[in-house]
């Protein structure tokens, strides 16, 4: 078992800045990811890591402005999020899964992710 604990949330206007972390209790795992959910839809990939390799993969409406990145001597995963939009509002979840190596692919897929933190709110004004 994996604890993931998500800080860093809060309320921006739009353009500005925020930086979410995620503190696992172990960061054994070589696959983690950024995950989010906003009222009345489903749960999306925002962002994915291969820590042992730094190989990303961001979903399209975050490339350029998003960045998933990793602190092993902390056991912490950030995600930092630049010029905001409203529709970035959301619930933001940290995840991890078992299953990985480095040669997984990295699909942005909700389902492959087994390990979940309980998220931190993400508010964005116009």
Same mark, same amino acid.
């Given at each position: ?7 860093? @949330?809060?309320?921006? $206007? #739009?353009? !500005?800045?925020? %930086? ?12 983690? @990811?950024?995950?989010? $959910? #906003?009222? !009345?839809?489903? %749960? ?83």
């Amino acid at each position: 078992q994996v604890q993931l604990v998500e800080s860093g @949330g809060g309320s921006v $206007q #739009a353009g !500005g800045s925020l %930086r979410l972390s995620c503190v696992a209790s172990r960061m054994i795992y070589t696959c983690m @990811g950024w995950f989010r $959910q #906003a009222p !009345g839809k489903e %749960r999306e990939a925002v962002a994915e890591i291969l820590i042992a390799t730094g190989r990303r993969r961001y979903d399209d409406s975050v490339q350029d402005r998003f960045t998933i990145s990793p602190d092993k001597d902390k056991n912490t995963l950030y995600l930092q999020m630049n010029s905001l939009k409203p529709e970035d509002t959301a619930m933001y979840f940290c995840a991890a899964r078992s299953s990985c190596s480095i040669y997984s692919l990295l699909l942005l897929r909700v389902g492959d992710y087994n390990y979940w933190g309980q998220g931190t709110q993400v508010t964005v004004s116009s």
